[in-house]
């Protein structure tokens, strides 16, 4: 069974950093660009980030540039979201996905990625 699996997140409060993981189960992930969406209450998804399968290139929201960094460790079939600086209004469900392609495109949208993680909710309050 093909699945990704998440951890981390949780409460921070603003300005603090927080890291989630996306590891691949019963698939290797080294094919695939991965990303990584949010959803808030009552907005649409948002595509935060993307990095290439080999890791190589990386490509992120206007919003989050400069902030989080997308990365992966091939060898442990995972990828890596740090967050830092985080504000109240980065608070959202977090999910990471597998691309269908191994480079990201210029937009990260919903559209070019087919197994998802579960979800994992980041809550950044004071």
């Known amino acids: 069974q093909y699945q990704l699996v998440q951890s981390g997140g949780g409460l921070v409060q603003p300005g603090g950093p927080l890291r989630l993981s996306c590891a691949g189960s019963?698939?290797?992930?080294?094919?695939?660009?991965m990303g990584w969406f949010r959803q808030a209450p009552g907005k649409e998804r948002e595509g935060v980030a993307c990095?290439?399968?080999?890791?190589?290139?990386?490509n992120y929201a206007d919003s989050v540039k400069g902030r989080f960094r997308v990365s992966r460790d091939n060898a442990k079939n995972t990828v890596y979201l740090q967050m830092n600086s985080l504000k109240p209004e980065d608070t959202a469900v977090y999910s990471c996905?597998?691309?269908?392609?191994?480079?990201?495109?210029?937009?990260?949208?919903?559209?070019?990625?087919?197994?998802w993680g579960q979800g994992t909710q980041v809550t950044v309050s004071s």
């Open positions: 996905a597998a691309s269908s392609l191994s480079q990201c495109a210029r937009s990260i949208v919903p559209s070019t990625f087919g197994s």
């Open positions: 019963g698939f290797r992930l080294h094919y695939y660009a």
């Open positions: 990095i290439s399968s080999g890791g190589r290139n990386t």
